[in-house]
Structure formats: structure tokens, C-alpha cells
């Protein structure tokens, strides 16, 4: 029908602003307090995803992140996105549009990083992220964050 194709997906597809609260957990499995932000912004031929998230610590620590995404083709359920990340390099990933969810797996060019991130919509306007990055065999670090549309 044509109208299905993205599921209602907001999240990547709208333009806007999203607001992110959870958990972050370090490699020893410490729990942190986090909070970011991530902004969509669609040009015609690219799609970028710039964000930050915030560890809530005595000295909060700040990641920041800026994806550039080829924008889905209508009827198609995956993308590819690379992305210049200040800890991990260069990485290159892929949305997959599964039901209710968008899956996201990457890896980091010189193959030292792989992650994923599991976000099922649970709202119009709202995602579970859940999220895991890899050190070859050792996780790093992972998380659970709630994802909020800004209207």
C-alpha cells in the first residue's frame, strides 16, 4: 500500500529533535545515569543524525556523534549510514526496518568496534534504545535509554 512501508516509523524519518534518558552501563557493568540528545535533519540526498550523550558523573563525561545516513528508498526496509566517532574512529552501519523496530550494526573500519542498537518504537513519538558496543570479545559498554520526539 505503499503507506506501510516505514511502519509509522518517527524516529530517523521525521525531522526533529529527541530527548534521551537511562542507563549506561561500563565495561566493569557499573551503572551510570545518562541523558543526550539527538537532532534529524534531512537534506535530499542524505539524512544526518547528530547527538550527544551526557554520563551523569561527578566529572560528567560527553560523547558526541554525527551519522550520516542515505535516506531510505520508498518500499525498501534497509539503509547504510557512516559515521566519524571521537573515541572509535570511523564507522559503518546499516538501519534495518524490522516491524516495529529499527535495528542498527556496525563496525568500526579497522574492525576493532562492533555494535548494535535495538530501538522498538513504543509510541508515535517514543523509542526503547537498547545498545551494546564490542572490543573484539570484551563488551565495553551498553545501555537503555528512553528516547522522546520534542514537539
Known amino acids: ?28 557493568g557499573q ?9 534529524i535533519t534531512h537534506q535530499p540526498d542524505l539524512w ?6 551526557k554520563l551523569m558523573m561527578e566529572q560528567p563525561m560527553e560523547f558526541h556523534n ?5 535516506p531510505f528508498k520508498p518500499g525498501e526496509d534497509q539503509t547504510v549510514w557512516a559515521s566519524v566517532n571521537s573515541e572509535l574512529g570511523v564507522l559503518r552501519g546499516r538501519f534495518l526496518i524490522v516491524g516495529d523496530s529499527i535495528i542498527s550494526a556496525w563496525g568500526s573500519e579497522d574492525g576493532d568496534y562492533q555494535g548494535l542498537e535495538f ?3 513504543s509510541g508515535p513519538a517514543v523509542y ?17 535509554l528512553e528516547l522522546v520526539m520534542q514537539p
Open 31 to 39: 551503572a551510570l545515569p545518562c541523558e543526550g540528545e539527538t537532532l
Open 66 to 70: 554525527r551519522y550520516e545516513i542515505l
Open 48 to 53: 544526518v543524525n547528530q547527538g550527544t550523550v
Open 119 to 121: 530501538l522498538l518504537q
Open 1 to 28: 500500500s505503499g503507506m506501510d512501508d516505514d511502519f509509522g516509523h518517527s524516529f530517523l524519518f521525521q525531522e526533529g529533535t529527541w530527548e534521551g534518558k537511562g542507563v549506561y552501563y561500563d565495561d566493569q
Open 128 to 144: 526503547q534504545s537498547r545498545g551494546v558496543i564490542f572490543q573484539r570479545a570484551r563488551k565495553i559498554s551498553s545501555w537503555s
